[in-house]
């Protein structure tokens, strides 16, 4: 019984990590497609024919629920797939959601019309796809009036994520937050839209001053699924727990055990 996790890479880790600890009984199948990582730079339409290419590959495994650890995917390409390819047995959630009504200081599906909230400036930390696809912003307009939010697209981060090089990775956090605070001085709240970025929370954090709330989603979406499969225990589905890749298991292997601190081996998808 396994619920699909689906990365470009090694970010939805963050969010996997999150829902284990909260659903310890549930297995779960991640998948990262390393080989075509990373997705942020793409069009819109590679990140929809890829997206739906691996989460495919994870209803093919036995999933019934896929959950798409990745902002990238989530807000390009989500809400084609629910309109046009999901199938009626089947359901795929992104990771949008729950992140925005945590900010919006909202319950799991409360639809009531937006208000004002107690966070103005918000800054949002995401990849140059996530940033132009402005779902963010879609999302929480749903929810919130009178927020102003500043979008940076952090270009180079996840690259240097994937490759294991951590002190580029740091110093472009550095360039981008002092970016971002040229055009929003004094963020109340930052928002990592990218599962990459909590791995490198602590740099953001430092480069943001610890008056600015950090808002990561690993919790958030491990509270989210959790409530989901309380109504919808049917979907935990079929397959055995795996870590698959569509790059090369060895190193993808080697560079999740570094990140999560525990060993984690990769198979070829
Ligand atoms: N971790 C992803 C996200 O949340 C994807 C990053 C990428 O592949 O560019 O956006």
Redesign the pocket.
């Given at each position: 019984m396994a619920i699909g996790i689906f990365?470009?890479?090694l970010?939805?880790l963050t969010v996997l990590e999150a829902a284990q600890r909260r659903l310890p009984d549930v297995e779960f199948i991640y998948l990262a497609d390393s080989a075509n990582?990373?997705?942020?730079?793409r069009t819109a339409d590679d990140i929809y024919n890829l997206t739906c290419a691996a989460v495919q590959r994870l209803f093919d495994a036995g999933c019934d629920l896929v959950i798409l650890?990745?902002?990238?995917?989530?807000?390009a390409a989500l809400r084609r797939m629910q309109e046009a390819w999901v199938p009626a047995d089947k359901r795929v959630l992104g990771?949008f959601v729950p992140l925005i009504e945590a900010l919006t200081e909202r319950n799991w599906g409360d639809n009531s019309p937006p208000r004002e909230v107690e966070v103005k400036h918000v800054a949002l930390f995401?990849?140059p796809?996530?940033v132009a696809s402005r779902a963010f912003q879609r999302e929480l307009a749903f929810r919130a009036i009178g927020v102003d939010v500043e979008a940076q697209a952090c270009g180079g981060v996840?690259d240097a994520i994937e490759d294991g090089d951590m002190i580029l990775a740091e110093a472009l956090v550095r360039s981008h937050v002092d970016a971002l605070r040229r055009k929003m001085p004094d963020p109340q709240a930052a928002i990592l839209?990218?599962?990459?970025y909590p791995l490198m929370e602590a740099s953001f954090q430092t480069a943001l001053g610890p008056d600015v709330k950090v808002f990561s989603q690993g919790h958030l979406v491990g509270d989210s699924l959790a409530d989901y499969l309380e109504r919808h225990p049917d979907k935990i589905g079929g397959g055995t727990a795996a870590y698959l890749t569509t790059g090369d298991p060895a190193r993808v292997s080697d560079r999740a055990t570094q990140f999560l601190r525990r060993q984690i081996i990769f198979d070829a998808a």
């Amino acid at each position: 019984m396994a619920i699909g996790i689906f990365d470009s890479g090694l970010g939805g880790l963050t969010v996997l990590e999150a829902a284990q600890r909260r659903l310890p009984d549930v297995e779960f199948i991640y998948l990262a497609d390393s080989a075509n990582a990373p997705y942020g730079v793409r069009t819109a339409d590679d990140i929809y024919n890829l997206t739906c290419a691996a989460v495919q590959r994870l209803f093919d495994a036995g999933c019934d629920l896929v959950i798409l650890a990745c902002n990238t995917a989530s807000a390009a390409a989500l809400r084609r797939m629910q309109e046009a390819w999901v199938p009626a047995d089947k359901r795929v959630l992104g990771v949008f959601v729950p992140l925005i009504e945590a900010l919006t200081e909202r319950n799991w599906g409360d639809n009531s019309p937006p208000r004002e909230v107690e966070v103005k400036h918000v800054a949002l930390f995401a990849t140059p796809a996530t940033v132009a696809s402005r779902a963010f912003q879609r999302e929480l307009a749903f929810r919130a009036i009178g927020v102003d939010v500043e979008a940076q697209a952090c270009g180079g981060v996840v690259d240097a994520i994937e490759d294991g090089d951590m002190i580029l990775a740091e110093a472009l956090v550095r360039s981008h937050v002092d970016a971002l605070r040229r055009k929003m001085p004094d963020p109340q709240a930052a928002i990592l839209g990218c599962t990459h970025y909590p791995l490198m929370e602590a740099s953001f954090q430092t480069a943001l001053g610890p008056d600015v709330k950090v808002f990561s989603q690993g919790h958030l979406v491990g509270d989210s699924l959790a409530d989901y499969l309380e109504r919808h225990p049917d979907k935990i589905g079929g397959g055995t727990a795996a870590y698959l890749t569509t790059g090369d298991p060895a190193r993808v292997s080697d560079r999740a055990t570094q990140f999560l601190r525990r060993q984690i081996i990769f198979d070829a998808a």
